[in-house]
Structure formats: structure tokens, C-alpha cells
């Protein structure tokens, strides 16, 4: 099944990516200056351990999730 997950954004985002172990983007979705909470749905991941990357005008956060 597909996997969701939230994000808290405090300062308007162009882009999540989900980043594989390899550092390859496995998953991008343009969020055209978002803000506030943010339910992101991926297709089927294999299982493992991912970073979302939360790319803004002036902010690039990481974070890793587990996809189980």
C-alpha cells in the first residue's frame, strides 16, 4: 500500500524529494510555496530508510523516515 506521512512547514516550499540510500530522487512533488501542516502520499517504495528534503527560497531541510 502507499505510504503517507506528514510535514510541518514554517516557511514556504517549492519541492519535497524523497532521497534513497544511494542519494538518487526516487520522488518529487512541486508544492508551489506551501505552508502548514502537508500530507504527502508516495507510490510503492521499497522498504528502507529515506530523507525528505523540504526545498524552499530560503530554507533545505532533511529529515529520514522509514518506510516499512
Known sequence: SNYQFNIDVNNAINEVQLINTNGAVVFR?????TIGTVLI????MPKG???VRA??????????????
Open 49 to 51: 530508510m529515506y530523507v
Open 41 to 44: 502520499t508516495l507510490p510503492v
Open 55 to 68: 526545498i524552499g527560497n530560503n530554507s533545505d531541510t532533511k529529515e529520514k523516515i522509514f518506510i516499512q
Open 29 to 33: 512533488k512541486n508544492m508551489q510555496a
